[in-house]
């Protein structure tokens, strides 16, 4: 079981709560194994929009494989805006050092500056915030007109819904495209997001065009990738000719073919499984290859 711990301060914005939660609750509801924990200074947090919240004061004990959220607040200002307690930012910084996973929406990634998290890491936040972001914490890199960012276990998002383009990166790293685009769909939002952003996962990364005959064959290839999709089985799931749906997708995934949006999808996820432990064979079949010869000569071309 993993657990998605939310650190709720004064004044949080909902849906920077409500976005994320919504996304890893979709994903427990589809067999995930994630339990959701809310803590906070104080039992009632009062929101941005008037509802107050319940929170627990005790915080529970994060392992490596749990995640940590920070949702942002109004803020005009991050100057006097809400603080963690010492304490909480020691947690913050614990966690990390352990190897979980610390993440911020908004005016959150103010808490990861407090705990030092930003300091030589590249990071992000509302537009309107960035500039005393980058001036509170000079050893940040603060990455602009992106929607999220993900470094060395740090991940940062823009703000308001871009907590959820967070959240579906984090799944698509974790699980595969296949149960991102999943929880996508059952929140009815399209998995797609950020050209500019190269940490993003492949399936956001070349998710950011607005060609709707596109999004449903990736859509069907990030559910199926480790299956055979013949272009043609592709090409009469969109309604489209074979040629018309290679230059269709070719222009709008800057430059992949249907056949190399899949194979990126598998190389992305094989790597991540390799990073976890697996051998490159056990990992080449799980993503669909018959043998790890393909996965290797993939490696090397560096796709992504």
Known sequence: ????????????????????????????????PYL?????????VPSAQGLPLIADTE?????PDDLVVVPGWRAPTLRGGPELSPAA?????AHHAVGGTVASVCAGAEALGQAG??????????????????????????????????????????????????????????????????????????ARRNGHEPQASAMLRHRSHLDDTVHRVQDLIDARYTEPLPLAYLAASAGVSERTLTRLFTRAAGGLTPLRYQQTLRLERAEHLVSRGM????????????????LRRLRARVLF
């Open 1 to 32: 079981m993993s657990r998605v711990v939310f650190v709720l301060l004064p004044g949080v914005h909902l849906l920077d709560l409500a976005g994320p939660a919504q996304a890893f609750g979709t994903a427990a509801d589809f067999g995930q």
């Open 117 to 190: 998290l930003l300091d030589g890491r590249r990071c992000t936040t509302h537009h309107e915030l960035q500039d005393e972001l980058a001036a509170r914490h000079p050893r940040a890199i603060v990455m602009r007109d992106v929607l999220f960012t993900a470094d060395d276990g740090v991940v940062t998002s823009a703000g308001i819904a871009s907590g959820i383009d967070l959240a579906l990166h984090l799944l698509a790293v974790r699980h595969g495209p296949a149960l991102a685009a999943q929880v996508a769909r059952a929140m009815v939002v399209y």
């Open 279 to 294: 051998t490159v064979e056990t990992a080449a079949r799980e993503v669909g290859f018959e043998d790890a010869r393909m």
């Open 89 to 93: 930012l020691e947690r913050l910084r």
């Open 36 to 44: 959701l924990s809310y803590v906070a200074e104080q039992e009632q």
């Open 59 to 63: 915080w529970p004990e994060p392992g």
